[in-house]
């Protein structure tokens, strides 16, 4: 498995009491698969994707990234994970305006010590990938909503990570774009072979995915077929 969660519970602070926002979750998605996760909102989803992106530590549990368990890893070593094994499509894309679609790209790979030559390179690719090789030297402002949200998707994959997470990528966009969002990252799943996790409230595009897990309360329920 790609991304493994094993019993894992996740409380935060309420007052003189502590609130559930996971309880007990148990989660495995394979490389080349794609896991969609709904449910209400603060039914636990964003808690999830928080705890499978090592960026919050549950309070029991293991978290396993390509088989690395990230159990008593320090600050600088799951930072050092996240970037060399996992993606984040986060739900806005937050591009540098300054930089073009293949800079924003390029500059997560300098971050990693690759050189100038590897990065373009790399970056010109995945902008082939989702479909902007003609808009690679357009800033932000230049491009569409959707093409945004595409060159965040890409960057997302610039350092070839196992894991990739989609928090609600589709909520500012209309409904075809929308589509089109969750059909490329459906898509650069399978070639990419990473493991994904989608996280929605929109269940009106996932009939590709392989399966969709719900979450009500901090409990996952049983996969329901996609399809």
């Known amino acids: ?26 989660l495995d998605v394979p490389k080349g698969r794609l896991t969609a996760v709904v449910g ?5 989803k964003s808690s999830l994707l928080a705890v499978a992106a090592t960026l919050v530590t549950p309070d029991d549990g293991t978290v396993t990234i390509d088989g690395t368990t990230t ?17 984040i499509v986060f739900q806005q894309p937050n591009l540098l305006p300054s930089l073009t679609a293949a800079e924003q790209l390029e500059v997560m790979a300098r971050i990693d010590g690759r050189s100038a030559a590897r990065a373009r ?13 003609a ?28 894991v990739l997470l989609a928090d609600e990528p589709t909520s500012a966009l209309d409904h075809e774009r929308g589509a089109a969002v969750i059909e490329l990252i459906t898509r650069l799943t399978r070639e990419q ?22 979450v009500h309360d901090g409990r996952l329920h049983l996969p329901a077929p996609a399809r």
């Open 121 to 133: 390179g790399r970056a010109l690719e995945l902008l082939d990938a989702v479909g902007l090789a």
């Open 1 to 26: 498995m790609s991304l493994n969660l094993t019993g894992i519970t996740l409380t935060y602070p309420d007052g003189d009491s502590r609130l559930t926002a996971l309880d007990h979750v148990t």
């Open 193 to 214: 072979a990473t493991a994904t996790v989608l996280v929605t409230h929109d269940r009106s595009h996932l009939s590709a995915v392989d399966e969709i897990v719900e």
């Open 40 to 44: 209400p909102s603060g039914s636990g």
């Open 71 to 87: 159990t008593g890893m320090t600050r600088g070593e799951l930072a050092d994970l996240r970037r060399r094994k996992i993606g």
């Open 135 to 162: 808009q690679a030297g357009r800033r932000p402002h230049e491009l569409s909503g959707g093409q945004r949200q595409r060159v965040n998707i890409a960057r997302a994959l610039m350092n070839g990570p196992t």
